[in-house]
């Protein structure tokens, strides 16, 4: 089974700034290259790649503000070579 049969959600090829932020690293800023409901693939160049395994603090950007004025919370899933995966991470029940 390869990968892509595995998806459950469509991917939409985009570019896309993304800054990726975790107290242990800081802020990390690279381009979606696609996203889908459930995560999206991120080119990430001249900085180290968080550990798989990470849970960061993810803002979408235009080229003029943000698409998402609140950090999402994501987990980074894979890298491939400077690409990472980063999967929504699930919102906890509202008290």
């Known amino acids: 089974m390869t990968v892509d049969e595995r998806r459950r959600f469509e991917r939409r090829p985009t570019s896309i ?9 800081g802020t990390i800023t690279g381009f979606a290259r696609d996203i889908s409901d459930g995560g999206a693939s991120v080119l990430i160049e001249n900085a180290p790649l968080p550990p798989i395994g990470t849970v960061v603090s993810v803002r979408f950007r235009k080229m003029v503000g943000a698409i998402n004025e609140e950090p999402v919370d994501m987990k980074v899933m894979y890298h491939n ?9 699930p919102v906890p029940d509202a008290l």
């Open 17 to 25: 700034r993304v800054e990726v932020t975790n107290p242990t690293f």
């Open 81 to 89: 070579r400077n690409v990472v995966g980063l999967m929504f991470a």
